[in-house]
């Protein structure tokens, strides 16, 4: 029996499947008008990107939202429309630290080795499920090498928008089976480079390029979406490497590639970008972004290049409970895994302690990225710290110097968010 595929829907079905989407949530929200023109604000600006249909005949509007039509994507909704205040819809889960790559820009590299243990785990996954979160990146570390700990997780929110970034490092047939079973959306396997020797020096262990491949191949006949997770410096971008890594994923099958520029934190915390050749970077990221998301581009892998979603034409930085957070494998609660601070520890403050500390620091976004404008800052209290990230007694020291940037201007226009004094200067 041949499965079904899933396919990008462009022209006027794209048009026709966003009109009957306006319908649906017109009949949903009709005594909430409010609530209907805030909704139809938001996923309008997902037009511009590819829409996908899935072989389960749901659709993906956008790599970060739920699938529609299902509860998750309307619990995503709700969270951002009607919730009051606003609730985040996604976060990116550590279940462990363990990995057998050296990755040189791994964010974790400096945290300790600790473990929450995984009936305060699951207790404070509970939780955030309860809370609305929908939209879950579950990792490691290498996430199959604890998979006692994977497998728990996802029981719990299996059916919601699930991701496991994995880079197939002891990956079984039965591991693979079992994520199916468990309803995981995607995986996504670190492919930095179209070479292997190059990425296989990357991440320090030989044969890991193919055993990525191999994965995300095994993954792809059980039915699941699957996806590179890409870092490519400034000067690859500038040189063509976002054209080579699009064909190379088309070529392999793959639905995704999730483009993440380099980054001053955890193990390249402290590292200095040419400036000049990064605004470049992020130039030409955005424009790809724009022509492989268009109906001009022949290939069907679709690009979702950070720089782009996270741009003031789209969302802007929505870290810090905003639209994300990061739980590290230890049970810390910072704003996005790329920002080393800590808001407190879910073994040790609980979930709800440490989110009401991360949202009063982020009460709004902003287009200023917070990875990059504080990366100095956070450096420099690092020093005094053996281990990242920053614990809640430095964090709360550094963040009330912070100030809230320039508001983005799409959810300044739904005024969900309370209004606050833009940056200066």
């Given at each position: ?38 909704a ?59 990995c ?13 080795a ?56 002891t ?41 990525a ?25 500038v ?12 070529e ?62 789209m ?21 996005c895994?790329?920002?080393?601070i ?20 982020f ?21 005094d ?13 550094l ?9 983005t ?17």
């Amino acid at each position: 029996m041949t499965m079904k595929k899933s396919e990008n829907i462009t022209g006027l079905r794209k048009l026709a499947f966003y009109v009957r989407m306006s319908l649906e949530c017109a009949l949903r929200y009709w005594r909430h008008p409010s609530a209907l023109v805030k909704a139809s604000r938001l996923t309008r600006i997902f037009y511009r990107h590819k829409l996908k249909r899935l072989a389960s005949g749901e659709y993906k509007l956008d790599f970060y939202l739920p699938r529609y039509p299902s509860q998750a994507f309307f619990t995503a909704l709700e969270d951002k429309v009607a919730a009051r205040p606003p609730r985040p819809v996604s976060v990116v889960l550590s279940i462990s630290k363990a990995c057998a790559y050296k990755c040189p820009h791994c964010y974790q590299r400096k945290d300790e080795a600790h473990e929450l243990p995984l009936p305060v785990l699951i207790e404070n996954v509970r939780k955030m499920r309860d809370f609305g979160i929908v939209a879950w990146a579950v990792e490691g570390g290498e996430p199959l090498i604890r998979f006692d700990r994977l497998e728990a997780v996802l029981a719990e929110i299996s059916g919601l928008e699930v991701w496991v970034n994995s880079t197939g490092y002891t990956a079984t047939p039965e591991k693979i089976r079992r994520l199916a079973e468990l309803k995981t959306t995607g995986v996504m396997s670190s492919i930095h480079s179209i070479d292997r020797d190059a990425h296989d020096a990357f991440t320090g262990v030989a044969g890991s390029w193919r055993r990525a491949l191999e994965f995300l191949r095994d993954c792809r006949e059980t039915g699941m979406l699957t996806g590179f997770n890409t870092v490519l410096s400034d000067s690859e971008v500038v040189d063509g490497g976002i054209d080579r890594i699009m064909s190379f994923a088309s070529e392999h099958g793959c639905d995704y590639v999730q483009l993440i520029h380099p980054k001053a934190c955890g193990a390249w915390m402290g590292k200095a970008f040419d400036r000049s050749l990064h605004a470049e970077a992020v130039r030409v990221a955005c424009e790809a972004q724009r022509h492989y998301n268009s109906a001009k581009s022949r290939i069907p892998t679709i690009l979702t290049a950070q720089v782009y979603e996270e741009s003031p034409e789209m969302l802007g930085c929505c870290c810090g409970g905003i639209d994300r957070f990061y739980v590290g494998a230890g049970g810390e609660v910072q704003p996005c895994e790329f920002v080393n601070i800590s808001f407190g520890n879910l073994e040790k403050d609980g979930f709800e302690t440490a989110y009401e500390r991360m949202r009063k620091a982020f009460p709004v976004p902003c287009e200023e990225w917070t990875c990059e404008r504080h990366a100095k800052e956070i450096a420099a209290a690092a020093a005094d710290f053996s281990a990242l990230p920053l614990p809640w007694s430095a964090t709360e020291k550094l963040v009330a110097g912070w100030k809230t940037g320039t508001p983005t201007k799409v959810y300044e226009k739904m005024g969900i968010y309370r209004k606050v004094e833009k940056l200066k200067g």
